[in-house]
């Protein structure tokens, strides 16, 4: 049976968009244990069966598409919104082997590169910060999924494997 998409869960999307950098300002700490679990559950070797749904209103599109208004559209003013985006893209990175679908990555690629237009030099720092916790773990064959346009962003995911 597959997970259906509902107003409500639209909703609760929303209400995460303003939530989760209100928490981390609260707690001063980005790195909230609710967003790793958002993200094992959408990307993690037990999401949950979708294939009836369309693609961009599948759980983990619908978790991308918050982590980029976090990310590039509040976060443009607002610095905790942007570290929960940070930090949300790399649960997201961390569950790389588990990706079957080109798409997430033209995904997470399309978000970097604007949050890299952005912000350039917080850019760089997640991409050598990060680097040592997903080594490894981004698949040899990821770059045919990922597009030409986004060519320094794919770079930068393709050195963080070696």
Not at 90 to 104: N, R, S, T, Y
């Amino acid at each position: 049976m597959a997970l259906s998409i509902t107003t409500g869960h639209v909703y609760l999307a929303g209400a995460l968009l303003v939530a989760l950098p209100f928490l981390a300002r609260q707690a001063e700490n980005e790195r909230l244990p609710l967003v790793e679990e958002f993200v094992a559950h959408a990307f993690g070797p037990n999401r949950p069966a979708q294939a009836e749904i369309p693609r961009k209103q599948q759980l983990d599109a619908i978790l991308l598409r918050m982590f980029e208004v976090q990310g590039v559209e509040l976060g443009t003013c607002d610095s905790y919104a942007r570290r929960v985006a940070f930090f949300a893209l790399e649960c997201v990175l961390k569950q790389a082997q588990h990706f079957k679908d080109p798409w997430v990555w033209n995904r997470v690629a399309e978000i970097l590169a604007s949050m890299r237009l952005y912000h350039p030099a917080e850019m760089g720092a997640f991409s050598s910060r990060r680097a040592p916790g997903i080594a490894g773990r981004l698949p040899p064959a990821h770059g045919p999924g990922l597009s030409a346009g986004n060519s320094r962003v794919v770079a930068q995911l393709c050195a963080l494997r070696t």
